[in-house]
């Protein structure tokens, strides 16, 4: 059985050589001998979610392809191995999706980059006229997960002032820990698979920005609309902070990208 479940997964995998450099003969090999806790083998070793996910996976390698040339790339592989269920899979998404993003507006440095005089990491380092800035991404899927009880950990419940609170705590903890204080910082969210558009955010942005000086502003990517999301066709949204230690860095990088975004805290 548990060679069958070895041979099973290798075939799928080995037909994507970039995902197969994270998720090789080795790992698969101890996955399936104790339990497959891997997001992406759980579901491929499923009859029933086995379908969609071969379907998810040339989309997902060329989203690797995309990035496999820049500094740090290698550091995906830790979180994508460790990720065990949808919301910590579409966490790392996010992540490469928003480091994508970056990459396309030619502001992409590295990837996972080691903080400047404190142990740790951020989740990307962009450059923008040699100033370097350090960005922290999170899905909203995430955010649910880590605030809520085990017992209500639904979207529906979002709309409690409640909720926006254990988000704006989470987000301090999270920012103060991955973006250091002496550099421009950007937090970037990502609810293209989530119910949670700019209305929300713009609560937590409103508690959040005053608190942390280091962040220029809150980019949000997403899908209001019907159908499958696109990241070239989706609205965003930028959240100001006009309390910013850096404001001619924001307001450089926002007209190098031109986009306008909403000034919180005026």
């Known amino acids: 059985m548990e060679n069958e479940c070895y041979q099973h997964l290798r075939q799928i995998i080995s037909e994507f050589p970039l995902l197969y450099q994270f998720l090789d003969d080795d790992f698969i090999k101890k996955q399936c001998q104790s339990e497959l806790k891997n997001y992406i083998l759980k579901r491929l070793n499923n009859?029933?979610?086995?379908?969609?996910?071969?379907?998810?996976?040339?989309?997902?390698?060329k989203r690797l392809e995309g990035l496999v040339s820049v500094?740090?790339?290698?550091?995906?592989?830790?979180?994508?191995?460790?990720?065990?269920?949808?919301?910590?899979?579409?966490?790392?998404?996010?992540?490469?999706?928003?480091?994508?993003?970056f990459k396309r507006k030619n502001l992409l440095k590295e990837i996972e980059p080691k903080l400047p005089c404190r142990e740790g990491y951020s989740d990307i380092l962009l450059s923008f006229l040699q100033q370097d800035i350090y960005c922290e991404t999170h899905s909203f899927q995430s955010i649910i997960k880590?605030?809520?009880?085990?017992?209500?950990?639904?979207?529906?419940?979002?709309?409690?002032?409640?909720?926006?609170?254990?988000?704006?705590?989470?987000?301090?903890?999270?920012?103060s820990r991955q973006l250091p204080q002496d550099y421009p910082g950007i937090l970037a969210l990502d609810a293209t698979k989530s119910v949670k558009f700019a209305y929300d955010v713009r609560f937590i942005a409103e508690r959040l920005l005053p608190q942390r000086p280091?962040?220029?502003?809150?980019?949000?990517?997403?899908?209001?609309?019907?159908?499958e999301p696109s990241w070239d066709m989706i609205p965003n949204d930028f959240f100001v902070n006009?309390?910013?230690?850096?404001?001619?860095?924001g307001k450089a990088l926002l007209g190098h990208l031109g986009l306008k975004g909403e000034i919180i805290g005026v």
């Open 214 to 227: 280091q962040v220029i502003f809150i980019a949000l990517w997403s899908w209001e609309g019907n159908g």
């Open 47 to 61: 009859e029933v979610s086995s379908h969609d996910i071969r379907l998810y996976l040339p989309s997902f390698e």
């Open 71 to 101: 500094k740090g790339y290698d550091r995906l592989g830790s979180r994508l191995r460790g990720a065990s269920d949808w919301d910590q899979h579409n966490d790392i998404e996010a992540q490469i999706d928003i480091t994508l993003w």
């Open 146 to 175: 880590s605030i809520q009880p085990e017992e209500s950990k639904t979207e529906k419940e979002w709309d409690e002032l409640k909720g926006i609170k254990w988000a704006v705590r989470h987000l301090l903890k999270e920012t």
């Open 242 to 249: 006009s309390k910013s230690k850096f404001p001619d860095v």
